[in-house]
C-alpha cells in the first residue's frame, strides 16, 4: 500500500481500548506536500490514530509508518510537529522563552523564533507570559512550537477550535503556505465547514474509515450538496 508520495502509511491499524476496539481495521496513505484534513464527530477515533502516527499510542494490530520509519522512531524527532489539543507550553514563561527553550533542544536555525513568532501572527506578544494569553493565542505559541525547525510533517489535533473567524482563515492560510513548500499537514477537526480548505478529506466514524478524497470527489459520490450531508449519507448508507 505504501507509495513514494505517501508521507504517512496506515495499514491494518488496531487499536482497543478497556478491551473494546477504538480503531478496528484501518488503512490509509497520506500523501506529502498536502493539507489532509480529519474530520468526524467526537468519539470517532481521530486523536487516536493521530496519536499512532506520532508514536504515542500503544497499537494492538497493524503498522504506521511516518516518511519511511515506523512510528515514533528517534529519528523522527526532528521531521514531525505535533500539536495537541492542551496547550503543550509553559504558561509561567513568556512565549519567546518557550520558543528559545524548545528551539535550543531541537537545535534550530537562528532566527527560527522570529520566523514562526511571525508565522503565527504573535510578535507583539513575545514578551507576554502564556497564562496571560487568550485560548487562541496560546494554541498558536503551540502552533508556533511545532513549526521550530521546519518539520517535513505536521499533526494537528484541532488547531482551530476556540479560535475567532478571522484567525481561523488565516491559519489555514498558513498551513497551505506550509503546504507548497512541501510540508505535509495532517488536521483533525469536526467543524465540517473546514472541509472545503483540505485538499482531501479522512472522514472518520467509530474508527473507521467512511471515504478519503477531495472534497469535490466526496460530494460526487455521495451526490450530496455539503460535506455535512456527504457524511450523513456514507453513515446511512445512501452514496450515490
Same mark, same amino acid.
Given at each position: 500500500?505504501?507509495?513514494?508520495?505517501?508521507?504517512?502509511?496506515? %495499514?491494518? /491499524?488496531?487499536?482497543?481500548?478497556?478491551?473494546? =476496539? $477504538?480503531? =478496528?481495521?484501518?488503512?490509509?496513505?497520506?500523501?506529502?506536500?498536502?493539507? $489532509?484534513? +480529519? +474530520?468526524g464527530p467526537s468519539g470517532s477515533g481521530k486523536s487516536t490514530l493521530i496519536r499512532a502516527i506520532v508514536g504515542v499510542q500503544i497499537v494492538a494490530g497493524g503498522t504506521v509508518t511516518v516518511l519511511g520509519e515506523s512510528a515514533g522512531a528517534p529519528s523522527l524527532r526532528d521531521c514531525v510537529g505535533y500539536v495537541t489539543q492542551s496547550p503543550s507550553v509553559y504558561s509561567d514563561l513568556s512565549v519567546v522563552a518557550n520558543l528559545?527553550?524548545?528551539?535550543?533542544?531541537?537545535?534550530?536555525?537562528?532566527?527560527?523564533?522570529?520566523? $514562526? /513568532?511571525? %508565522?503565527?501572527?504573535?510578535?507583539?506578544?513575545?514578551?507576554?507570559?502564556?497564562?496571560?494569553?487568550?485560548?487562541?493565542?496560546?494554541?498558536?505559541?503551540?502552533?508556533?512550537?511545532? #513549526?521550530?525547525?521546519?518539520?517535513?510533517?505536521? $499533526?494537528?489535533?484541532?488547531?482551530?477550535?476556540?479560535?475567532?473567524p478571522l484567525l481561523r482563515r488565516d491559519l489555514w492560510v498558513l498551513f497551505h503556505r506550509l503546504a507548497e513548500q512541501g510540508i505535509t499537514l495532517l488536521v483533525s477537526s469536526h467543524v465540517m465547514d473546514e472541509a472545503?480548505?483540505?485538499?482531501? +478529506?479522512?472522514? #472518520?466514524?467509530?474508527?473507521? /474509515?467512511?471515504?478519503f478524497g477531495t472534497f469535490e470527489e466526496l460530494l460526487q459520490q455521495t451526490g450530496a450538496p455539503d460535506i455535512e450531508h456527504a457524511f450523513l449519507r456514507l453513515v446511512e448508507g445512501d452514496a450515490a
Amino acid at each position: 500500500m505504501a507509495t513514494q508520495t505517501a508521507a504517512v502509511t496506515v %495499514e491494518n /491499524l488496531r487499536v482497543v481500548r478497556g478491551g473494546q =476496539p $477504538v480503531i =478496528p481495521d484501518l488503512s490509509v496513505d497520506v500523501p506529502r506536500g498536502q493539507v $489532509v484534513g +480529519l +474530520l468526524g464527530p467526537s468519539g470517532s477515533g481521530k486523536s487516536t490514530l493521530i496519536r499512532a502516527i506520532v508514536g504515542v499510542q500503544i497499537v494492538a494490530g497493524g503498522t504506521v509508518t511516518v516518511l519511511g520509519e515506523s512510528a515514533g522512531a528517534p529519528s523522527l524527532r526532528d521531521c514531525v510537529g505535533y500539536v495537541t489539543q492542551s496547550p503543550s507550553v509553559y504558561s509561567d514563561l513568556s512565549v519567546v522563552a518557550n520558543l528559545r527553550y524548545f528551539a535550543k533542544i531541537l537545535g534550530a536555525p537562528p532566527g527560527d523564533v522570529e520566523r $514562526v /513568532l511571525y %508565522e503565527v501572527d504573535l510578535t507583539e506578544f513575545a514578551d507576554r507570559r502564556v497564562m496571560r494569553l487568550s485560548g487562541g493565542q496560546t494554541s498558536r505559541v503551540s502552533l508556533a512550537v511545532a #513549526l521550530l525547525g521546519k518539520p517535513e510533517l505536521l $499533526v494537528l489535533d484541532e488547531p482551530t477550535v476556540g479560535l475567532d473567524p478571522l484567525l481561523r482563515r488565516d491559519l489555514w492560510v498558513l498551513f497551505h503556505r506550509l503546504a507548497e513548500q512541501g510540508i505535509t499537514l495532517l488536521v483533525s477537526s469536526h467543524v465540517m465547514d473546514e472541509a472545503s480548505r483540505c485538499d482531501r +478529506l479522512m472522514l #472518520l466514524r467509530s474508527g473507521e /474509515l467512511l471515504a478519503f478524497g477531495t472534497f469535490e470527489e466526496l460530494l460526487q459520490q455521495t451526490g450530496a450538496p455539503d460535506i455535512e450531508h456527504a457524511f450523513l449519507r456514507l453513515v446511512e448508507g445512501d452514496a450515490a
